[in-house]
């Protein structure tokens, strides 16, 4: 049959869980391809201990080695001075008190379709994408352009009108994911490690235009930027939602 599907199926994260007490935290499953005579390689890997920038990295690091040019690895940058330069460049009282002001008056959780029990295994999940057409994503792109925002910004206001609607709340509050490399320090492009962070965003959603909007949540993104390795822990602290429930 056909291999690669074999392996794509057998190594299927949803269900080849990797034991996170016990190192390593990658896995590698080697299949031989005999009807197309090559071999293939599936890796998986922990968040814990890898984003997607990683990911490429360690990959265009094998090629290397194995065409035969150790000559083109740079060296290396060590992750800790990365944990360094996070844990001496915010304080803590600086990301309370951004989150305090963000959050301090959200007391309910922002709960699409009242669901609130978001603990499952993902086994019972369905992923449905859907690229947008050529002609939108232009018009996006122009839009964000013309009114000197990035598009994510545009992208982080629809969401929020979505959810707002799904969860009949004016001011929705959601998980973002920040890239983490923002202000890690020189070659920071190149160290291998975790740096994603994933904290949350409120954005109201009322009357005012969409040019409006999208200034606010620019400014809001902008802010965030400052705070991208505050921990997720905290930022849940400063609102008014009960411990042990989803924000």
Request: glycine letters at 8%; charged letters at 25%; a negative charge.
């Amino acid at each position: 049959g056909d291999i690669a599907a074999q392996l794509e199926e057998r190594l299927d994260p949803r269900i080849s869980r990797i034991d996170a007490s016990q190192a390593p935290m990658l896995r590698l499953a080697v299949a031989h391809d005999l009807a197309n005579d090559r071999w293939l390689i599936r890796l998986l890997c922990h968040h814990l201990v890898m984003d997607h920038t990683t990911q490429e990295l360690l990959i265009q690091e094998a090629e290397h080695l194995q065409r035969g040019r150790a000559d083109l690895l740079l060296p290396p940058v060590p992750f800790r001075d990365f944990v360094a330069a996070a844990r001496l460049g915010v304080r803590d009282d600086e990301h309370r008190a951004f989150f305090d002001r963000m959050l301090g008056d959200i007391d309910e959780p922002t709960a699409p379709f009242d669901l609130l029990d978001v603990q499952g295994d993902g086994r019972d999940v369905t992923e449905y994408r859907m690229a947008l057409p050529d002609d939108v994503a232009r018009d996006a792109r122009e839009v964000a352009r013309r009114m000197g925002v990035g598009v994510a910004s545009l992208m982080h206001l629809a969401w929020a009108v979505v959810v707002a609607k799904l969860s009949g709340r004016q001011s929705p509050v959601f998980g973002t994911v920040l890239l983490g490399r923002m202000q890690g320090g020189a070659h920071v492009d190149r160290v291998l490690g975790m740096f994603i962070n994933t904290l949350p965003v409120r954005v109201d959603v009322d009357d005012s235009s969409v040019a409006d909007g999208l200034r606010r949540v620019h400014g809001l993104l902008s802010g965030l930027l400052r705070h991208e390795h505050a921990s997720l822990a905290l930022a849940q602290r400063c609102s008014g939602v009960k411990p042990g429930a989803p924000l």
